[in-house]
């Protein structure tokens, strides 16, 4: 059996194995992207305005993301919890980039950037649900991580 064909056989198996539904979990990705964006403004906002208060309110978001990623990320192990927050930053990031890359007419790289947001938030999953390291095997067999996310994720199952 093939690297691929055993790393679709354990999400098969995953599937069987606990009914995942990651439509709502995928939310609450989107959710923490965006929480995370938000402590980003408030400090940029602190910093530009000289005014204190926003501090404060980068704090009281930054717990709210702290509540939300560990419902994401209940089991973590070594650097996997920051590693997921960066890895849902760094996705959102890039879907602005494309989103202006795409606004000013630039399509083609407005889908390189979309596919690069696209393996982080693959890899954020893998991670997440543990199937794989975050190491990339750039090998010709190995399985992609956009694969699993193509295989367990799907927004409109409801």
Not at 6 to 20: C, D, N, P, V, Y
Not at 60 to 65: G, H, I, L, Y
Request: proline residues 1%; contains cysteine; aromatic residues 8%.
């Amino acid at each position: 059996m093939t690297t691929f064909e055993t790393f679709l056989a354990r999400i098969e198996k995953l599937h069987e194995k606990s009914g995942i539904d990651l439509s709502s979990a995928e939310d609450l990705a989107f959710a923490v992207m965006n929480v995370v964006s938000l402590e980003e403004h408030f400090v940029m906002t602190a910093l530009k305005t000289g005014r204190d208060e926003y501090f404060d309110t980068a704090s009281e978001v930054r717990e709210t993301r702290k509540k939300l990623l560990a419902e994401l990320m209940p089991e973590h192990q070594g650097e996997t919890w920051c590693a997921s927050k960066h890895l849902l930053a760094a996705t959102m990031r890039l879907i602005e980039v494309g989103m202006k890359y795409r606004s000013d007419g630039d399509a083609l790289r407005a889908k390189e950037k979309f596919e690069q947001a696209y393996r982080l938030f693959a890899i954020f999953w893998a991670l997440k649900l543990k199937l794989v390291g975050v190491k990339a095997n750039t090998s010709p067999q190995a399985s992609r991580v956009e694969d699993l996310l193509n295989q367990l994720a799907n927004c409109c199952d409801e």
